[in-house]
């Protein structure tokens, strides 16, 4: 970065742009300290800051590639950012600080984008962001009455920003990445017209800079930085993963599925490991072993499901019920976090207690990649899971590492990805084995195969529906993260709220123009709609995964593109159309690749869609086969069967496109 | 006060208490700046503050009794204290500083009472209290259905520190009190053991303190600091004010009241300028003259009731609709505070707009308390009425003294009160003519004659109901307010909320034991039970004022002893038992007067009361005469018509209070 003298302080450029602009008036630097109220209910914290200083640093002393700051000439110097290629290191030589706040230089009309996973808003400019990975809560949106009772009744409510996968990094349409190197709680206000804030709950090791000519390359840079993930696993391309957790029915009803045409890759049965029963409805035995009494001749029946092309799934998480054999196990070893006794901190989950692995020990991660992941799920046959949680780090236990759990608290995700792809490679499984995590942070990329989008609730709501899956994609996948997809239908049904046949088939037409098509049954299967209680609902679904299928070979390419550049399947429009400004805050409608844009239709009784198409192309609609010209809005029918899909005309792939017609 | 030098700091003590304890490492003051944004919605305002700048000040130069403060030995003074008797005065040589927080010494068991009329919670230990004069919401909190959707469809739910009469002042159980003089918004934080934080967003004029070896002389000396009220009126002791606002029906109306044995000292009809009908329903004509189509021949009927000692009270508020004739003089004097384009600032409430009296225009308040109060009014033949509102100021007109709005803002109370009270004065009327606010900031009682305690909602809720108006005469009443009253079965009726007989009788219950006994028909009349529609309420409500009407021997003496010391009429328990602390934090009982106890039924369907009866005295249950030593709690039995009231056996009444049996 170049540093530059002003007359009253200094600039820090990177390739041409001003990213920090410096004088004793306007400084870029603030220091102090704050106290934070953090309580965590089940996932979901009500944290308080009481920021007892925030002083501006307004002198800046340059020596070579060192900037010291102190409050005033001759005052003590608070904080020294170290000035790399395209990093700021820092550090801080007044231990007190626990509080630091940077402003980056900023434009009136930039738009910024990233931030981990985020649900609500893809264009964060406007609003500020805190990043503690978290349950997203339900419904998500003051405003609505499913987040009123989700708050009253267990303070899970949520916000615009919570994410199960924060990251603090975005993208700017200044084209340029910023990216903040803590696992603390953090906060990037994106608010005022002049500058960015970041804020950050301790003295971060580093800002990392990255610089490009265009947004695509940003990306490669990106996803270079945080880790590319493997391709696709071959057997993916057969059909959709069918969720079913209905015990050894699942097998049964797998069979009415295929009767119907549905093309199947897998089956998914989170209840493999079986079931508790609590006032609260059944639950998962928090065991990681298959279970005999739920699923009998389980090996058997993986056998035979392989003869026929199709794929097991199960479950797992970070967590051992106290009343299971894996505990015993662990607790012998000393393989679970601690609490302030010393003793295993034991986390209540509804009637139920389990102990938290302690992934900074390196026996214990190793031994949960081994011993459960390793021989209980691979060796058993299973071809994938849920590697479910991730956010639930409890702040007041005492980890293997010494090192404070508010600081482990965002850092385990990356973790708990870890644990699971090594468990994958023992096997040789990489690219093979398919997990995917809601959870993330920083570096999850390197280690995760696949996102999924969490749990939406059952509806089309803005902030909790269908559409918030898309943002999820959208901003996940500009930091790295080639591969996302969703649980067809939802997942949280509460306080009546149920699925309805429109809101299935809807999911699954966009679910057809993901990297993986995958049913649920969600929380609460008896009283939701389930895809085979509905013929025109399973007619429907067994349409999208031909569709799927059909796309197969073009999916085949982006995964390849996603092994060699780290482009996601799912794109923003202005990836390939930085030019066309009208594409940078949409966030209902992707690129598919580069020659197919995809607008889902996600509100309820809507027969057609009104999308934006790009500049520069001609766009075929892919169900008429009319042309436009993109550069301007269009609208078109999209009644059930045919959501809004356009694929470019000059595309290597048109002909096939163009065959969807015939399908 | 006295300065005291330390080893690393100094400490400010007032009669042997420190006050402020200030060092280096644990300073006592920081400055800085904020940026705040304030959204107002009819009268509901969305705060939230930006703080760009809080700066510990760590060095103090004492210099005879002036400090100045920097942030470090040989930096600039940014801020000066000069310390008087019992005053602090503030003056900020930096003139960029636009917030303090000022830290006071704080004991872990202190309790700390005040803040001006505070609906939630009495004890203010333990949280935050921001002092901001607006709405006070509807539910006041979260948890409810009612609070979401009052915040949902107006940003008018409200929280517990919402309130029409904030005052920066409180006392605390160390006997002694702090008042910060400034009308900036401020807020008083309780929340931490070691100290209280004043926050004010302004260098702010002064901070006084008061000590006293004992909570009466305390609350005498804030009373003569803050004002002191005229004697109630002769008038009022004839019984109660019936609110009926029903035009000319209501004048037939109150002889069913006078029929059922009702005890009347006025009739008061806010409906007497007539109504305008919006698709909201029929709201008043805010233009306050008498309305001869509602209301034909008024003075003639005003002048019939005053032969049989019943007076007429009417309504007021410092808006004039555009489309009145009032507003037309006031416009064409100019007497209207402007907005931007220095036009009249035309304020909607709701299908009409408004014009703002100026009240800082000595014209424009001379003209409202003549022309309008005096002439309209008072010449007119009301004995009283409602001075509504006072809490609307909105912050971005521009006012005649040239005073940002936002600074207006909490004054306009006041203001409010005096031109109400100059008026009356104007006619020889003081303590004789009545009018009541909700809306206050300090000051407001030595012009004020009578607090309402504002629009609770028409229930038993714990943040909106019959019980927070205890909270509320208790706290105000430590500020010098003597005098405390409400609407007899609350207010507000929305979202399905209605009265029940049941909370009618209750309300009446204890209204029979404050200085006024007043009804209201409420928001939604049609939609809401009133007293003359269920002859088992009509008979309730009329023995109410018999004893109402019974104990007023007994109510001049407190109204004397409120002229004379200016104790409230209502009192906390602890006022009269300071060395009993089981009475520190009662705030559902009261003392009325030092010698009956108060505990009103306050939780729906309940039939008796539990009550802490203060040590050092016997106390005597009034329906039933048995005796009990003060100094632990009894369980009464508190049917309807008998609220759980004891009298001292020892009291200069006690024959009085024994009568109450034989009513």
Redesign the interface.
Known sequence: MQITQTPSGFTLSLKGRVLIDHSGDAPCL?V?QGDARMDMYRGNFDIED???????LRYARISGKTISFS??E??PVRLVLSVGESTLDFEAPDRSINRVWLRIAAERDEHVWGGGEQMSYFDMRGRRFPLWTSEPGVGRD??T?IT?KA??TGKSGGDYYNTNYPQPTYLSSRRYALHLETTAYSAFDF?QEQVHEIEVWAVPERIEFFAAPSFIELVERLSLRFGRQPPLPDWIYNGAIVGLKDGVNSFERLENFLAAGVKVSGLWCEDWVGLRHTTFGARLFWDWQANDERYPNLRQRIAELADRDIRFLGYVNPYLCADGPLFVEAEEAGYFAKNADNQTALVDFGEFDCGVVDFTNPKASDWFAERVIGQSMLDFGLSGWMADFGEYLPIDVTLANGVDARLMHNAWPTLWAEVNARAVASRGKTGEALFFMRAGFTGVGAHCPLLWGGDQSVDFSRHDGLVTVICAALSSGLLGNAYHHSDIGGYTSLFGNVRTPELLMRWAEMAAFTPVMRSHEGNRPAENLQIDQDPEVLSHFARMTAIYVHLAPYLRTLSAEAVARGLPVQRPLFLHHEDDPATYTIQDAYLYGADMLVAPVWRPGEKDRTVHLPSGRQWVHAWTGQAYRGGAAVTVAAPLCQPAVFYAEDAAMADLFARLRNL
């Open positions: 603030f102090g009481y920021v007892t200083e925030r002083s501006p409050a005033a001759g005052q003051k405003t009455e009123f708050d009253v608010r």
